[in-house]
């Protein structure tokens, strides 16, 4: 959930270490004002008017980076679907493992993921929680992460009498409800340990199917 007390995330440092131009600050700032205001007043809600007034820049700067506030939208959540997508597929499981590793690896991207979600939590409230990014986002999360697991289940890992599919929604579903709770790392960690033993230990105690 997002912190409603938290500032607009920092700008991120080009990875050649050379200092951005005044153009790429100012399109830097855009962006992360922008997401700042669709997060606190919801994607319709929002007008360029505030955008530019958190800013602090006039609205024809606005339009020399942006044609319009859809696409400043627009550009905020292809940024955090591909770093989520890039995310996701770093957890498939290759090869052979045994069921300790299996849910070790189930944790850990549940940490993760949930770790990249607190991380800049306005673009998280409008990629991840808001309408209307929101479905587009979960939908293709869910689809990520059941790709990984058919791999997983041709390899043997897991079972085959749930589809692939429906583990991806369950995952997703889990996945935005623990995402909602208030907590740091520790917290997160734990959480991610309990939604692993969820899935791959069940939830029965002293049961057995006849």
Request: glycine share 6%.
């Amino acid at each position: 959930m997002r912190n409603k007390t938290s500032s607009p995330s920092n700008t991120a440092v080009p990875e050649n270490g050379a200092a951005l131009s005044k153009g790429e600050r100012t399109h830097a700032n855009l962006r992360r004002h922008a997401a700042a205001e669709f997060a606190r007043l919801g994607y319709h809600n929002t007008k360029v008017s505030d955008i530019v007034k958190a800013t602090g820049v006039s609205q024809p700067t606005f339009y020399c980076y942006f044609e319009s506030k859809e696409m400043a939208y627009d550009d905020l959540m292809i940024e955090f679907r591909s770093r989520l997508e890039a995310l996701t597929l770093t957890f498939l499981i290759e090869g052979d493992a045994h069921a300790e590793q299996v849910f070790n690896r189930v944790a850990l991207s549940f940490q993760m993921l949930l770790d990249f979600l607190a991380e800049d939590p306005d673009l998280t409230q409008i990629g991840f929680f808001q309408p209307p990014g929101c479905t587009e986002t979960k939908a293709g999360l869910a689809q990520w992460i059941s790709q990984n697991i058919a791999k997983e289940q041709r390899n043997g890992l897991y079972r085959q009498d749930i589809s692939a599919v429906q583990m991806g929604q369950c995952f997703v579903g889990m996945l935005d409800q623990m995402a909602r709770l208030p907590g740091d790392a520790h917290t997160r960690k734990e959480l991610s340990i309990g939604c692993a033993r969820l899935l791959c230990e069940d939830i029965r105690t002293g049961c057995q199917k006849s």
